[in-house]
């Protein structure tokens, strides 16, 4: 239970950046071309992996009982998943111009200098 603990810890503290972009300048940009309904599930799935993270860091040493680490083990499913399949998604933000992927990693590095915790993010 300990290195899952320090594993999420890491994960809380490097992701968050990543995960503020995503949802913040990306992700509303994915509405016009892949629809609601797929842009809700991406921030489900972020609030799952979340979830995920801040139970473990609750559960710090004294670990979870067998149907709370069932649920995590769901949790992190589904974020291990949505991060294999994320990767490909700014190609998908039709129309994109230099201007604007410029303005798109500025975005990124401000959310990387912010350096925010994923645990420290409000659902959307």
Do not use: N
């Amino acid at each position: 239970m300990a290195e899952a603990v320090e594993i999420a810890d890491e994960l809380d503290r490097i992701a968050g950046s990543h995960l503020m972009f995503e949802e913040k300048v990306l992700y509303p940009a994915l509405v016009e071309p892949l629809g609601e309904d797929f842009v809700d599930r991406l921030y489900s799935e972020h609030e799952e992996g979340q979830a995920a993270v801040r139970s473990l860091l609750e559960a710090c040493d004294e670990g979870l009982s067998a149907a709370d680490m069932e649920r995590v083990l769901g949790q992190l499913d589904t974020a291990i998943k949505h991060a294999l399949s994320c990767g490909t998604l700014l190609s998908r933000v039709r129309g994109l111009t230099a201007d604007k992927a410029q303005e798109m990693l500025a975005d990124l590095r401000e959310a990387r200098e912010e350096g925010r915790r994923w645990t420290e993010l409000e659902p959307r």
